[in-house]
């Protein structure tokens, strides 16, 4: 069982930047797979980013965020972060972190989800 808590979420214009955080508990955070979820209003929550277990050195994007957003994990922090550079319109949602064991890009690879944090851009 891991408890996760997302922050860093806020209203940003076009083009600014933002960088998520979310917190794990836990003695066992290097061992999960972390990932990126966003769901909009009225929209399927959709995958934005992945990160490998331990030292992370395979990640995976979303063609819509791929070049603009940077997924990390700090393991000593039980947190992984997800740089966002270039925000767009577009990108406005409730972003949630998760936890797994499967490295995929689908709800189903992860156990674990945090409360989200929402993230507004506008135009």
């Known amino acids: 069982q891991v408890q996760l808590v997302e922050s860093g979420g806020g209203l940003v214009q076009t083009g600014d930047s933002l960088r998520l955080s979310c917190a794990a508990s836990?003695?066992?955070?290097?061992?999960?797979?972390m990932g990126w979820f966003r769901q909009a209003p009225g929209k399927e929550r959709e995958f934005v980013s992945a990160?490998?277990?331990?030292?992370?050195?395979?990640?995976y994007y979303a063609d819509s965020v791929k070049g603009r957003f940077t997924i990390s994990r700090d393991n000593a922090k039980n947190t992984v972060y997800l740089q966002m550079n270039s925000l767009r319109p577009e990108d406005t949602a409730v972003y949630y972190c998760?936890?797994?064991?499967?490295?995929?890009?689908?709800?189903?690879?992860?156990?674990?989800w945090g409360q989200g944090t929402q993230v507004t851009v506008s135009s």
């Open positions: 998760a936890a797994g064991y499967g490295l995929g890009d689908r709800q189903n690879d992860y156990d674990y």
């Open positions: 836990g003695r066992t955070f290097s061992s999960y797979v």
């Open positions: 990160i490998n277990y331990g030292s992370g050195r395979r990640t």
